[in-house]
């Protein structure tokens, strides 16, 4: 460590050295530029309807424009088809929609109210055998890690961690948060889910695993807030072959504690519409605001590749407590994780937008 330190320092006072770099990275960008602009004709997906010399200047003028990587904008450009207005408005539209989160994020952080807060995320880490995959999985963890340590939520409920990318968020968090964590599936040994409370505001009572005949897992903690409220915290991914399973359990749960799952899933819209469970939604309890409604969004994550339409695969569910004095009042729902990593302006942090919640507490 302290060698690269040295050498750093070594470099910022020597001007040749600066003037060398720069010269070296200008010429890896127009390397990386010349192999994407390689690939435009080449690619039989979206064939792009221009000669090599015109689409060079479309993508060029294009990733100018926008203010967005080549790459990402040869990208675009194939994907609607070479379709400037339509690139365009796919663009302006993802940017429009992050500012509108961010603003209104901004908005309700400028009240001094306090509130129990809970995030839930499907991280998408899971340990890959690929070495460039796995260090794409590192900056993404840490961008991951610098969200998290940023808005402190009481709880953090995440899904499909790998074991990499757990190692490290445990070791970052471990002076701020307990933890808990369980295999999703009892035959992966590199996928989880995982519960992390807030050591300041919460005491940790009991920790469980629930598990069904086909290896399936789902990890329960149940907690104390603030010495006063009972919350057990269910945390799981399922699909449609657990869902039943799933709820039975945590409809089993003590009535005078209060519950809140957080889920990820591959389970659509028309499934959940079709079924009836006895929790509450925390997107429809807060507004349903359009903004918050798809956490896997093709659209906007182009981290995530085909062409599939955006779903609500992320959830936050919620019982109250049959107990008077034992509420929590959902008020708030926002999205994270909606920005590009520090590293790159192509790669988020997970191909799933994370779910934060605020509740009033009334004890």
Same mark, same amino acid.
């Given at each position: 460590?302290?060698?690269?330190?040295?050498?750093?320092?070594?470099?910022?006072?020597? &001007?040749?050295?600066?003037?060398?770099?720069?010269?070296?990275?200008?010429?890896?960008?127009?390397?990386?530029?010349?192999?994407?602009?390689?690939?435009?004709?080449?690619?039989?997906?979206?064939?792009?309807?221009?000669?090599?010399?015109?689409?060079?200047?479309?993508?060029?003028?294009?990733?100018?424009?926008?203010?967005?990587?080549?790459?990402?904008?040869?990208?675009?450009?194939?994907?609607?088809?070479?379709?400037?207005?339509?690139?365009?408005?796919?663009?302006?539209?993802?940017?429009?929609?992050?500012?509108?989160?961010?603003?209104?994020?901004?908005?309700?952080?400028?009240?001094?109210?306090?509130?129990?807060?809970?995030?839930?995320?499907?991280?998408?880490?899971?340990?890959?055998?690929?070495?460039?995959l796995?260090?794409?999985?590192?900056?993404?963890?840490?961008?991951? $890690?610098?969200?998290?340590?940023?808005?402190?939520?009481?709880?953090?409920?995440?899904?499909?961690?790998?074991?990499?990318?757990?190692?490290?968020?445990?070791?970052c968090?471990?002076?701020?948060?307990?933890?808990?964590?369980?295999?999703?599936d009892?035959?992966?040994?590199?996928?989880?889910?995982?519960?992390f409370?807030?050591?300041?505001?919460?005491?940790?009572?009991?920790?469980?695993?629930?598990?069904?005949?086909?290896?399936?897992?789902?990890?329960?903690?149940?907690?104390?807030?603030?010495?006063s409220?009972?919350?057990?915290?269910?945390?799981?991914?399922?699909?449609?072959?657990?869902?039943?399973?799933?709820f039975?359990? $945590?409809?089993?749960?003590? &009535?005078?504690?209060?519950?809140?799952?957080?889920?990820?899933?591959?389970?659509?819209?028309?499934?959940?519409?079709?079924?009836?469970i006895n929790?509450d939604?925390?997107?429809?309890?807060?507004?349903?605001?359009p903004?918050?409604?798809?956490?896997?969004?093709?659209?906007?994550?182009?981290?995530?590749?085909?062409?599939?339409? &955006?779903?609500?695969?992320?959830?936050?569910?919620?019982?109250?407590?049959?107990?008077?004095?034992?509420?929590?009042?959902?008020?708030?729902?926002?999205?994270?994780?909606?920005?590009?990593?520090?590293?790159?302006?192509?790669?988020?942090?997970?191909?799933?937008?994370?779910?934060?919640?605020?509740?009033?507490?009334?004890?």
């Amino acid at each position: 460590e302290d060698e690269t330190t040295r050498m750093t320092s070594n470099s910022l006072n020597d &001007p040749q050295i600066i003037d060398d770099e720069q010269e070296d990275d200008e010429k890896l960008s127009d390397q990386d530029n010349n192999k994407s602009l390689s690939s435009l004709t080449s690619d039989s997906s979206n064939e792009c309807p221009f000669n090599h010399d015109i689409a060079s200047k479309v993508s060029t003028a294009f990733a100018k424009a926008t203010g967005i990587d080549m790459e990402f904008a040869i990208q675009l450009l194939k994907d609607h088809g070479w379709n400037i207005d339509q690139a365009l408005k796919a663009t302006y539209e993802a940017k429009e929609h992050a500012q509108s989160i961010m603003n209104t994020k901004q908005n309700w952080k400028d009240t001094n109210e306090k509130y129990f807060k809970i995030l839930s995320w499907n991280t998408d880490t899971t340990d890959s055998d690929e070495v460039e995959l796995n260090n794409l999985i590192e900056k993404r963890t840490e961008t991951i $890690i610098e969200i998290l340590l940023r808005e402190k939520p009481d709880v953090i409920l995440l899904q499909q961690v790998g074991t990499f990318a757990l190692t490290l968020i445990i070791t970052c968090l471990s002076s701020l948060y307990d933890d808990e964590s369980i295999q999703i599936d009892s035959s992966n040994d590199s996928n989880y889910v995982s519960i992390f409370t807030h050591k300041s505001t919460i005491k940790k009572k009991h920790v469980s695993m629930i598990k069904n005949s086909e290896n399936w897992n789902m990890l329960k903690v149940e907690i104390e807030y603030k010495n006063s409220i009972s919350i057990d915290l269910f945390n799981a991914f399922i699909d449609e072959n657990t869902y039943s399973y799933c709820f039975e359990q $945590i409809n089993k749960n003590n &009535p005078n504690h209060i519950i809140l799952f957080g889920i990820s899933s591959q389970i659509s819209d028309t499934f959940w519409n079709s079924h009836t469970i006895n929790l509450d939604d925390l997107w429809q309890m807060t507004d349903q605001r359009p903004e918050t409604t798809y956490t896997f969004d093709p659209e906007l994550n182009s981290n995530i590749t085909g062409n599939d339409k &955006p779903e609500r695969y992320d959830r936050i569910f919620f019982r109250s407590s049959t107990s008077i004095n034992n509420q929590l009042k959902p008020v708030h729902m926002e999205l994270e994780g909606i920005q590009h990593i520090k590293t790159s302006d192509i790669v988020f942090p997970s191909t799933h937008w994370a779910i934060q919640g605020y509740f009033d507490v009334d004890n």
